[in-house]
């Protein structure tokens, strides 16, 4: 199984991604029956160099996760955004526009590591964002999710390009979803296991258009234009918790929200 967490500092020194970390690692030791599996764990370290968490916080991190961090080029193409909010689309404020578009390069950046992996052997690779906490049925549903995966020698005609583990009902209109079923993705791209042998058209896709919306729109709006196939866990298999945000403004209205498809061992 490989994971790939991404991370950014929060403001308060509020660490979501440290007992994340822990939770996985834990959770698929745990696993009963016990999973054969090996599992890899990537950090995707999204800071800058300047806004960097120190080296100790890292020496910290449950043994075995690995660390990978944006790349001078990545960091050029974001320092040469436009942030005017009259050159914006949306006519965001400068700080959300920043925000935003760094937040659709780091999904474009663990997309293409994943990519990367899958041609490495992985066939699978379940991205999370730091700020969610995994129900404790997490490791037997994605076994069984990958159990039923046919082989890659199988050929599907309609192989699946993503499961998302979590949805917010409140984006869903009206739609009731059944376990595994094809889901019209509308937002929260919070935890989404990924086939790595379909993610080409994705990876393309957001590569094109990050500079222009939200990383959970580039998902919605990729399945729109080429149908792909994502299915949905019911209920989500993980839940956001996420009620520090990275962006200082939805602080001032608030904070972020706790919200989602509530299993049963999602305590409030």
């Not at 009206?174 to 079923?181: E, F, M, S």
């Not at 234009?225 to 019911?234: D, E, H, I, N, Y």
């Amino acid at each position: 199984m490989l994971f790939i967490v991404s991370s950014v500092t929060r403001p308060n020194g509020t660490d979501y991604v440290s007992l994340l970390l822990a939770s996985i690692i834990a959770g698929h030791a745990a696993s009963s029956p016990p999973l054969d599996s090996r599992l890899r764990v990537l950090l995707y370290d999204a800071d800058p160099p300047e806004r960097r968490r120190p080296a100790s916080w890292f020496a910290a991190l449950p043994p075995g996760v690995e660390v990978r961090r944006p790349p001078a080029s990545a960091l050029a193409e974001l320092a040469a955004v436009n942030t005017d909010p009259r050159k914006d689309k949306h006519h965001d404020p400068s700080d959300r526009i920043q925000w935003r578009t760094k937040g659709a390069h780091d999904l474009l950046s663990v997309l293409e590591l994943a990519q990367q992996e899958g041609e490495q052997g992985w066939p699978y690779a379940i991205l999370l964002q730091e700020d969610v906490q995994l129900s404790s049925t997490f490791f037997p549903k994605l076994r069984k999710i990958l159990a039923a995966a046919p082989p890659a020698a199988a050929s599907p005609a309609a192989p699946w390009v993503a499961w998302a583990l979590f949805h917010a009902e409140a984006f869903d209109h009206g739609r009731i979803y059944a376990d595994g079923a094809p889901y019209d993705f509308e937002a929260c791209d919070q935890a989404l296991l990924y086939n790595t042998k379909e993610m080409g058209g994705i990876v393309d896709y957001v590569k094109r258009n990050w500079r222009y919306d939200p990383s959970d729109w580039q998902l919605r709006d990729y399945q729109r234009a080429s149908g792909a196939l994502v299915r949905v866990a019911v209920p989500s298999l993980v839940q956001h918790i996420g009620q520090v945000s990275s962006l200082a403004a939805k602080q001032k209205d608030g904070g972020g929200i706790m919200s989602g498809c509530w299993a049963h061992d999602f305590v409030e």
